[in-house]
């Protein structure tokens, strides 16, 4: 059974207030759409997943992708530009999705990021076997009719159900009830309405309290706390030197800078990397660079150094840890570092998978002492915070 996702990420959550759209707010770290996007991409049965973006988000999509790391590349499919309404968006998913032919679909917010794997899998299930199903809760509230500001009637909550997403359908009715309904699509409030008002029957199946969608300002503040109050802050410390040798270049954080001498390295001796890379690691406990990049190893011969960066920082966030800051001081008589250190900053948040301002780059001489001193070699301290679930809630 073929399972593809189409997450809707192109409304502009005017209800969240002043900021960017809700979905590429940053949540304890990370955007809220990497949050969203991470459980489908992770999930065996699900295939590929689809994005639908606004016509102008290209940047904060592309700059949310970074915290995915290598496993976007997996499944992620490019992403489309979604219309005004929201079955706009899904129509321009399902037809992005059609050269893929999947049999199921799941649809799901962009801002809901708790959503997990169990829920996932039963959206699946109750999908294949009915055709259309939802994800739904009690309604604990009493709820009433209002006009003109009067209480005009009582509902039987008994009856009633709150719908979340992911919303599943065998893919063929979904495309049916667009194909039926027509101009009228615009109307619908959510993706299974569609199916209603074309004659069909929407299933339902469980929902998780957990599973909320992001809209007002207090849904972050909550958000916030409840990641908070989950992740440990941890602090990870990393040093390299290098010794000049012959060349015309060195490497310092990722970008190439001309200068009379180059360095002796296994790699491409790229000081401020390496020591990012022990310092993430150093973070999680997870050994340093040359337990996991031996100089023995002749693979590693001439690589570049952002390998070695990008590993440390899917190692972390592979243990459901977030990168707050990384901080970095470069000890060197020369090259001088002034000129290059917003393209450093640059090139190391692109790596890591971070914005510019979570770079820090600084730089010293060592006033003609020691060997940096006497300009025989380049050295870099750095300093990686880091928040780091418990192994105990991340293996839970």
Not at 184 to 196: G, P, Q, Y
Not at 204 to 212: K, L, M, S
């Amino acid at each position: 059974m073929k399972v593809a996702a189409i997450i809707v990420a192109a409304g502009r959550g005017t209800r969240a207030g002043d900021g960017p759209p809700k979905q590429y707010r940053i949540l304890a770290g990370e955007a809220v759409l990497a949050r969203s996007l991470r459980p489908f991409l992770d999930h065996d049965e699900v295939e590929a997943v689809q994005v639908v973006t606004g016509a102008h988000d290209r940047p904060a999509y592309e700059a949310a992708l970074r915290s995915l790391g290598a496993i976007a590349s997996r499944k992620l499919r490019p992403e489309v530009i979604g219309g005004a309404s929201r079955q706009e968006s899904v129509w321009a998913g399902l037809s992005a999705l059609s050269s893929l032919g999947p049999e199921i679909v799941l649809v799901h917010d962009g801002a809901r990021p708790f959503v997990s794997a169990g829920l996932i899998s039963r959206a699946i299930t109750a999908g294949e076997a009915g055709g259309a199903a939802v994800p739904v809760l009690p309604v604990t509230d009493t709820v009433k009719q209002v006009a003109d500001g009067l209480v005009t009637g009582t509902l039987d909550r008994s009856a009633l159900r709150a719908v979340q997403t992911p919303q599943a359908f065998r893919t063929h009715v979904l495309q049916g009830a667009y194909a039926k309904l027509g101009a009228a699509v615009a109307f619908a409030t959510d993706d299974a309405s569609l199916v209603e008002q074309a004659g069909g029957t929407v299933h339902v199946f469980e929902g998780e309290a957990d599973n909320v969608k992001l809209t007002h300002p207090d849904d972050f503040a909550l958000a916030e706390r409840r990641l908070g109050n989950a992740l440990v802050p941890r602090t990870g410390f990393g040093f390299d030197v290098h010794t000049f040798g012959p060349g015309d270049h060195v490497w310092l954080g990722g970008v190439r800078v001309a200068h009379d001498r180059g360095v002796v390295a296994h790699s491409d001796g790229d000081v401020v990397l390496h020591a990012l890379t022990d310092a993430l690691l150093g973070a999680i406990a997870d050994g340093d660079i040359g337990t996991h990049f031996p100089p023995s190893d002749a693979s590693w011969r001439g690589a570049s150094s952002d390998q070695f960066l990008a590993f440390a920082a899917q190692r972390l966030r592979e243990r459901g840890g977030v990168i707050d800051h990384l901080d970095v001081m470069i000890l060197s008589e020369a090259p001088r570092i002034g000129p290059l250190r917003q393209a450093m900053r640059e090139r190391i948040a692109e790596i890591a998978g971070l914005a510019v301002d979570q770079v820090s780059i600084k730089a010293t001489t060592t006033e003609g002492l020691g060997f940096v001193g006497r300009r025989e070699g380049l050295a870099a301290q750095a300093v990686a915070s880091v928040r780091l679930l418990t192994r105990s809630e991340h293996h839970g």
